[in-house]
């Protein structure tokens, strides 16, 4: 674990820069890690999935896969491709301040 500053909060992340604590996330935040990895605005859109995964997480105690994401937050799987280039549930996951989706990589 490592402690840094994102939006001007002090957290942890771990190896990968997902935060530790999903309760350190803020949607200031957010927009830094989308910015940081290549997603320079949220839109709306990005936003659905971003709280799709952290109410799924936070309710469930586990992420959705991404054929679940597709089905269930609205946005299907290629426009989730399109909005997350980098892999959809693991950068939305990232973004959302949630830990990594169990089956990325």
């Not at 001007?8 to 992340?13: F, P, S």
């Not at 605005?41 to 659905?48: F, G, K, P």
């Not at 597709?70 to 280039?85: A, D, N």
Request: negative net charge; proline residues 8%; contains cysteine.
């Amino acid at each position: 674990m490592t402690t840094t500053e994102i939006a001007g909060t002090t957290v942890e992340i771990d190896a990968e820069g997902f935060l530790v604590d999903p309760a350190q996330w803020s949607e200031e935040i957010a927009r830094e890690i989308a910015s940081a990895n290549d997603v320079p605005e949220l839109t709306d859109r990005h936003w659905l999935v971003v709280r799709y995964m952290r109410d799924t997480y936070l309710s469930t105690g586990s992420a959705p896969s991404i054929r679940s994401l597709g089905k269930e937050s609205g946005v299907p799987i290629k426009e989730l491709y399109q909005l997350f280039p980098k892999g959809p549930a693991k950068l939305a996951a990232k973004i959302g301040g949630i830990p990594k989706p169990r089956g990325c990589i």
